[in-house]
Every structure is written in structure tokens, then in C-alpha cells.
């Protein structure tokens, strides 16, 4: 079964990238590197809800925390876990 | 007094930053009307100097025409200089009703309501018409206006990649739970200068059941054959349920704005739309103004005519020296460089050879995409036109940037 981060790293190469050449990785900044902006933020945020079914409280989604795949996924394991 | 040294030092600090970003704005003082042909003090203190002036959203070359002039003087010595109120207190002149009835026929809508500015009826328009039952579903490079306004909103938002028509498709599919779907544009992209694809948009919206809202800024007055818009150009007039404006750019480029469209919702920003209710009215002045451009446009298309020989010419001279340009149809011509620094620089030089045109580069535009974003006017006569020309190759050579491709500029100075 895909994994977590291979999920959200499909969906925001899908969501967002428009060059196929972009190179993302778990890492690769994507708010403050420029890839997403914060205002398309919402569509990943609400993907994430849907697809795990939780709810992320709107203080919790911050640029910060969906800075890259790895915040993202830990962000998204901190709700499933509540 | 409570301005406390701390908060200068906070101040002076975040300024300061800003600077060492390289993301310091100064304003360039103008000594002559906008036109063409300006006399420019920069930087701050050195000698007027005279430039062409290729950054203007003067796209018809009508700030300074006479026969607006004439027309606001009219407008000043019958109806005054000012209103000193709301519109909806004692704020409303004939002329105001004249000017809303005009537009709505210029633009083929239903009704038309007046904003101090597009800012404003961008900033007023979600809220006044969107719940939280609602979804608004915006391309990602719509102006920073409508962002506010997105933001003021209390509906739910999301975005579709630039003119991504599928991804768009999918979005609506997505949001079908929602009581009522907007689906937000520019008509005109103000930065890439390509058109919104309002065929497309048109259609889908009618299959999804979703309204379509279109910035037309950048293209009030020039864009279609008649200068109505980009609804105009794609033949969808009648099917843009809510337009915004300015008269800031082609119509004059003074100030105001409108929110122009289906009726009921132009009644529910008269009611409900915060700029409009606690702004002041438009000075009588800008309304007889733009009541001439509007005019002078229904008679005739010479204008917008020569606009577009100009960008075409334009257009064609930058491709054959060999720059790389952003692809459209507008007088928004992007001469792309990609590297900030390079973009400042080749503004600097462009200016030193008496040409004024701005460098653009992140967050203004994407990282990687600076630019310079030459705005075509048919206020240009040729000989302006084969000036800037010779000037931009010039300056290309000496950055040996003609014929290069994206990736051979990016090689050489970075992005």
C-alpha cells in the first residue's frame, strides 16, 4: 500500500506543480520556496481532510507546518492519532 | 505620545530587512502629464529627465487627451469638486446614475453600480453577494484586489491551476454540495498579459451551475473588437455574470471602478458592499471624464485600432531581435529575463537610453520569472515605438541575451 508521503507527494506535485520538471521531494520547501502559495493552501488542506477524515483546525494549518512533505505528513499523523 | 522608541526600532528594522531583500519600492517622480513622452526626476534629486514611457496602463492613450480634459473641466464647473458623502446619503449626482447606465450598455450587462475603486469592488463584491454556504474557486493568478476580497469572504475558497481548464472541470465537480459555485478570473492577466478563456469558462460554469466573475481591468476599452472586454473577444457577452472594472487604466486613468452584471446582484452590493457603503462617491470630476472616454469609445474603434498594431509591431520587433517573451494577445508584452538582478538591471540601463520600464520580480511574480513588463499604448506613435526598440537591443547585446533561450539566460545569471 502507498505509503503516507507518497500520497501527499503525488497529490501536491498533481495539485501544484505546472512544469514537469520540478523536482519535489519529501523535503523540498514548498510555501516558502515558492511552489505553493498560501492562499491554494486550502485545496491540500482539504484533500488531507477528506482523505484521512479529520479535521485540521485552521490555527494548526499554518505555512510553516505545510512547508514540506514531511511537516505535512506529521501534522496529518499528530490528528489521526487524537 | 505613545510612539515609544521601540516601536521606531520595530519599524526601522522591518524596513530595514526589507531593503536587504532587495524588495524596497521608490516611487519615480513625474514632472509632466502621463503620455508617451515623460519627464522623469531619478533618482530622487538628479535632473528631469525626458523617457518614453513603455509601463503605463494607459492603454489608450486617453489620461491626458483633451477632450477628456475638457470634459472633467465641464464636469468641475457644473457639478463641483467634491460630494462630501456616501453615495447613498447625498452622494449620487445624475451624472453618477448617467455613468452606471452608460457602462452597463458599454459592457452588455444588466446593471451597473459605481466604487471609488476596482480595489474597493473587488474587496466588496464576494462579501456582499457569499455565505458559508458557498464556494468561490479562483485562478491562481488573479490580482492581489480580488485576493482581498476572496479573503473578506465568508464562502469557502479553492484554487485552479492558470488557466488550467481541466483542473477547473474538477474543482466544480468537487464542489457540487455547495448552494451556490463562483468562478473568479482576470480577464486580462496583469502580469502575463495572456487571456483568460472565457469560451471555455462560460460553458462550464453553465454545465456546474456556477456563476462566472471576470476582472476586466486590463481590458476594458481595448480588448474585442469594439473595445467591450475580453467577453467581448471570446463572444460570451451576456454570459459573464459579474464584471469589475476600473477607470484607472484605458477609461481615462483617473480613479473609480464598478461592479457591473446581473442585476439582483449589483442591488446586493448597493445594499450590502462595505466600500461602497463607507466610501466616499466617485468626484464628480472623474465621473464626467469617464463619461467622455466611454463616449468617445461607442463612436468609434481608432483607439483600440492602433493599440493593436502597435502590440502587434512591438511584439514582433522583440521576437526578431531574439527575446523571450510571454505569449498573448494584449498590450501586456513580458519581456522575460528571469533573474531579478538582471531585471534591474536592464531597467536601470533601459533608463539611462530614455526608455522607463519597470523591472517586475518575486514575490511581485513567481520566483525565477522576473521580467520586464512592457505595456503598449496607442499613445505610441511609431517613432516612440522603433526608439524603446533599438534601446531594449541595445541593452540585450550588452547582457548578451538575444537569442538566448530560457534556460541559456538562466545559465548565465541564475534565477
Not at chain 1, 59 to 69: G, I
Not at chain 2, 184 to 196: E, H
Request: hydrophobic letters at 40%; proline letters at 3%; one cysteine or more.
Amino acid at each position: 500500500m502507498e505509503n503516507m508521503k507518497d500520497i501527499v507527494l503525488k497529490y501536491v506535485i498533481q495539485e501544484y506543480c505546472e512544469d514537469d520538471s520540478e523536482e519535489i521531494t519529501y523535503d523540498t520547501p514548498l510555501i516558502s520556496g515558492g511552489i505553493v502559495d498560501s492562499f491554494s493552501m486550502v485545496s491540500l488542506k482539504r484533500f488531507l481532510e477528506v482523505k484521512y477524515k479529520i479535521q485540521i483546525p485552521d490555527d494548526e494549518a499554518t505555512p510553516e507546518a505545510f512547508d514540506n512533505v514531511n511537516s505535512i505528513v506529521a501534522l496529518v499523523e499528530k490528528f489521526i492519532n487524537k | 505620545m505613545a510612539y515609544s522608541d521601540r516601536a521606531r526600532q520595530v519599524y526601522t528594522d522591518t524596513l530595514n530587512g526589507i531593503k536587504e531583500a532587495g524588495l524596497f519600492k521608490q516611487e519615480r517622480f513625474i514632472h509632466s502629464v502621463q503620455s508617451a513622452d515623460i519627464e522623469v526626476e531619478f533618482p530622487t534629486g538628479n535632473p528631469v529627465k525626458k523617457v518614453i514611457n513603455m509601463c503605463a496602463n494607459n492603454y489608450l492613450g486617453l489620461s491626458s487627451h483633451p477632450d477628456v480634459v475638457k470634459a472633467a473641466h465641464e464636469g468641475l464647473e457644473t457639478r463641483g469638486y467634491g460630494m462630501s458623502s456616501v453615495r447613498f446619503i447625498c452622494g449620487t449626482q445624475d451624472i453618477h446614475k448617467e455613468l452606471e447606465a452608460s457602462l452597463t450598455e458599454f459592457l452588455g450587462t444588466e446593471d451597473t453600480i459605481l466604487f471609488p475603486s476596482c480595489m474597493d469592488a473587488n474587496a466588496g463584491v464576494f462579501e456582499a453577494i457569499l455565505t458559508k454556504d458557498d464556494v468561490m474557486i479562483s485562478d491562481r493568478l488573479v490580482h492581489a484586489s480580488i485576493i482581498d476580497g476572496i479573503r473578506l469572504a465568508p464562502a469557502m475558497h479553492d484554487t485552479y491551476k492558470h488557466s488550467d481548464m481541466e483542473h477547473l472541470e474538477s474543482k466544480l465537480q468537487q464542489y457540487m454540495d455547495k448552494r451556490m459555485r463562483v468562478v473568479i478570473t482576470d480577464g486580462v492577466f496583469s502580469m502575463d498579459g495572456d487571456l483568460a478563456k472565457l469560451d471555455v469558462m462560460a460553458d462550464l460554469c453553465e454545465k456546474y451551475d456556477a456563476m462566472l466573475f471576470v476582472d476586466e481591468s486590463h481590458s476594458s476599452g481595448f480588448i474585442g473588437k469594439t473595445g467591450r472586454g475580453t467577453h467581448e473577444h471570446c463572444g460570451v457577452m451576456g454570459r459573464v455574470d459579474i464584471i469589475t472594472t476600473t477607470f484607472g487604466k484605458a477609461l481615462g486613468g483617473a480613479s473609480g471602478g464598478c461592479v457591473s452584471g446581473r442585476r439582483e446582484i449589483v442591488e446586493m452590493c448597493r445594499q450590502k458592499a462595505r466600500p461602497y457603503l463607507f466610501s466616499n462617491t466617485i468626484a464628480p470630476v472623474v465621473v464626467s471624464g469617464v463619461l467622455k472616454v466611454l463616449e468617445t469609445l461607442s463612436k468609434s474603434t481608432e483607439r483600440r485600432d492602433k493599440l493593436e498594431m502597435n502590440t502587434a509591431f512591438w511584439r514582433k520587433g522583440l521576437l526578431d531581435a531574439g527575446f523571450v517573451l510571454k505569449e498573448g494577445d494584449s498590450p501586456i508584452v513580458p519581456v522575460m529575463l528571469f533573474n531579478a538582478k538582471l531585471a534591474q538591471d536592464v531597467s536601470k540601463d533601459l533608463f539611462e537610453e530614455g526608455i522607463y520600464a519597470v523591472g517586475f520580480f518575486f514575490p511581485v511574480v513567481p520566483n525565477g520569472q522576473a521580467r520586464i513588463r512592457t505595456q503598449i499604448s496607442a499613445g505610441h506613435d511609431m517613432h516612440h515605438l522603433e526608439k524603446a526598440l533599438a534601446a531594449f537591443i541595445k541593452v540585450g547585446k550588452k547582457y548578451n541575451i538575444l537569442g538566448k533561450t530560457k534556460n541559456e539566460i538562466i545559465e548565465m545569471y541564475g534565477n
